[in-house]
């Protein structure tokens, strides 16, 4: 299970749900919003996407629908393999979450991460410039 925390109109959740689909898996996401015009735009989204299956958009404070959600998918999923971990997405990263999240403890590197090759940015350095058209035709 995906939480997609504050989830807005729910483009995140939806992008690893249409991802889990193309790729033969099936990933519950939860969307948490407070707002509900947000809840009913992730909603719209869903449906429009073909996701409502696999994509609940649920009206609550972050903290609160946390864990109800894991609390609900401990029970619905007993027995099925992947079922008792959930990760979360929380973008942009907010304060005045409470509680606050704790770090893991373990973190696991990503082998899939390629590094950036410019440290000093977010981005990838500009592409150069093209060439100059030929000027024999």
């Known amino acids: 299970m995906l939480l997609d925390i504050c989830c807005g109109g729910g483009a995140i959740g939806l ?11 099936s ?4 969307g948490l919003e407070v707002s509900g015009e947000g809840v009913a735009d992730a909603r719209r989204n869903a449906a429009a996407n073909g996701l409502q299956g696999l994509y609940e958009a649920r ?13 609900g998918a401990a029970g619905a999923a ?13 973008d942009p990263p907010r304060t005045g979450l409470a509680p606050a999240p704790k ?3 373990n973190p696991k590197p990503n082998p ?6 410019n440290p000093n940015t977010n981005t990838n350095p500009k592409p150069s410039p093209s060439p100059s058209p030929n000027p024999n035709p």
């Open 27 to 30: 990933t519950r996401v939860v």
């Open 78 to 90: 007993a027995g099925e393999e992947g079922a008792a971990w959930a990760a979360a997405v929380l």
């Open 15 to 25: 992008d690893v749900a249409r991802a889990a689909v193309a790729a033969g898996a």
């Open 59 to 71: 009206c609550v404070k972050a903290e609160d629908g946390i864990a109800a959600a894991l609390g």
């Open 103 to 105: 770090p893991n403890p």
């Open 112 to 117: 899939n991460a390629s590094p950036n090759p």
